[in-house]
Nanobody, 123 residues
């Protein structure tokens, strides 16, 4: 049984930082594409970042490029999303996702999902 458990969300002021964690079980993160998505109220789920550790590739949405960094700790079987220079428009529920293939923003294609963690950025 695959489980993805996110943590690290919270309330932060604009310009601040947070680090989200996604602890995986039932899969090995080094063998999957691991991604982060977010969904704000009334909006569609949107792609944030992804990593394919096996080939050393990372992918970012334009809106977070240069501010967010995705990384993997193979020993801990965990994926992280370091978020710096946060803006109020980053406020959303952040979800961890996993799949054997990279589907970018086509969230409906990704196989596994966590329950989400709330990130709120105040102005």
């Amino acid at each position: 049984q695959v489980q993805l458990v996110e943590s690290g969300g919270g309330l932060v002021q604009a310009g601040g930082s947070l680090r989200l964690s996604c602890a995986a079980s039932g899969i090995t993160v080094s063998s999957y594409v691991m991604g982060w998505f977010r969904q704000a109220p009334g909006k569609e789920r949107e792609f944030v970042a992804a990593i394919r550790w096996s080939v050393g590739s990372t992918y970012y949405a334009d809106s977070v490029k240069g501010r967010f960094t995705i990384s993997t700790d193979i020993a801990q079987n965990t994926v992280y999303l370091q978020m710096n220079s946060l803006k109020p428009e980053d406020t959303a529920v952040y979800y961890c996702a996993a799949d054997r293939n990279y589907y970018g923003g086509r969230y409906y294609e990704w196989d596994y999902w966590g329950q989400g963690t709330q990130v709120t950025v105040s102005s």
